[in-house]
């Protein structure tokens, strides 16, 4: 099996798929897109995917491309058979949780992050700064309540709900996230670091930081 994961190191929504593969235990192989160099926008990667984003997925072996972090999370289950709930009920509660974070959480960070960290300093909107942090302790609570009684968001091992939900929040930028304030999101984050396989994104996928200094 040949699996090729289009990403970059600063994409948290790449990390999603990249960490599934990884603990999925899947061959895959990262092709780094060089975004902040315009690739995205290039006619050779809009013929990869047309909404000119990444990550994406191509399958070589089956001649398969896939795009959206949620969608190659499920592909990764539906070729692993890790990953995923016991039973119909569980997985539709993984579902919901990748639907809550894509619409909650991994959006409204991925957008304040670079909007605190990737603009120049004179361009960064400081009030529509803080009405995104605003909206994310919202959300941090939420993810926080949801663990202060169990381990795992759904059932009694990491899911593709945690991966989906971790994220953006293993990155160093600031965006007004601080994990001591989120006790049973910092213990959560823990145990997620703790798995056999995971790796931090800037080391799991090309194109850090630290790679273009």
């Not at 990953?83 to 619409?103: F, S």
């Not at 001591?180 to 823990?190: N, V």
Request: charged share 25%; net charge negative.
């Amino acid at each position: 099996m040949t699996l090729k994961l289009y990403c970059f190191g600063e994409s948290g929504n790449a990390y999603k798929a990249a960490l599934t593969l990884e603990l999925a235990g899947l061959d895959w192989q990262p092709v780094f897109v060089d975004f902040f160099g315009g690739e995205t926008r290039s006619p050779d990667f809009r013929a990869i995917n047309p909404m000119g984003e990444v990550p994406v997925l191509v399958d070589t072996d089956h001649d398969y491309t896939l795009t959206q972090s949620g969608a190659i999370q499920d592909y990764a289950v539906h070729l692993s058979g890790r990953l995923t709930g016991a039973t119909p009920e569980d997985r539709r509660e993984i579902l919901r949780w990748i639907l809550w974070d894509n619409h909650k959480l991994s959006s409204q960070v991925g957008m304040t992050r670079f909007l605190m960290n990737f603009l120049p300093e004179d361009k960064r909107p400081a009030e529509v700064i803080g009405f995104m942090q605003g909206r994310l302790k919202a959300a941090y609570a939420t993810l926080n309540a949801a663990l202060e009684t169990r381990d795992w968001l759904v059932g009694d091992a990491i899911t593709t709900a945690d991966i989906a939900c971790c994220g953006y929040l293993f990155y160093p930028e600031p965006f007004g996230f601080d994990r001591s304030d989120w006790p049973h999101i910092d213990a959560w984050l823990t145990r997620i670091s703790d798995m056999p396989g995971w790796k931090h994104p800037y080391d799991l996928m090309p194109g850090s930081p630290a790679d273009r200094t």
